[in-house]
C-alpha cells in the first residue's frame, strides 16, 4: 500500500502534537524586591541574525529528526515563519546554553494551525 506525503506529514505534524507537554512554573515563595543598584539583564526583545540562523539549525536539526530522509526545509521555514519572536530568541538561547526542551518548543509550534496548513501545503508541492 502506497502512502501520499501529505498524508505522511499530516500524520507526522498531529504526531508531534502529543510531544507537547505542559510544564508547571513554580513561583518564590519570598521574592526579593530588586533595588535600583542591582542591574537586571534586559530580555532580548529583537532577534539578530545570529540568533535566527541558530534557532533555524536548531529547528532543522528537530525536523530532520522526526521525518528522516526528507527535504525539510519547506518545513522549517514553515516553523520560522509561524513562530514569534520571543520563541525564536528562546530557542536559541536554549540551544546555546545547552538546555534541553527545543524539541517541545519546536512541538508547539508545528501543532498551530497555521503551521500545520504550511507543512501540508509544501507537502503537496514536495
Request: hydrophobic residues 45%; contains cysteine.
Amino acid at each position: 500500500m502506497r502512502i501520499s506525503v501529505p498524508v505522511l506529514l499530516t500524520v507526522a505534524a498531529l504526531g508531534l502534537s502529543g510531544c507537547v507537554v505542559a510544564t508547571p512554573v513554580a513561583t518564590p515563595v519570598n521574592p526579593v524586591p530588586s533595588t535600583p543598584a542591582t542591574p537586571v539583564p534586559a530580555t532580548p526583545t529583537v532577534l539578530d541574525a545570529a540568533s535566527r540562523a541558530l534557532a533555524r539549525s536548531v529547528v532543522d536539526t528537530e525536523m530532520q529528526r522526526r521525518l528522516p530522509g526528507v527535504n525539510v526545509a519547506p518545513y522549517t521555514d514553515c516553523v520560522i515563519n509561524n513562530a514569534t519572536t520571543a520563541e525564536l530568541i528562546d530557542i536559541a538561547q536554549m540551544s546555546r546554553a545547552g538546555v534541553a526542551g527545543a524539541g517541545d518548543s519546536v512541538a508547539a509550534i508545528v501543532t498551530r494551525p497555521g503551521t500545520t496548513q504550511c507543512i501540508a501545503a509544501a507537502a503537496r508541492t514536495a
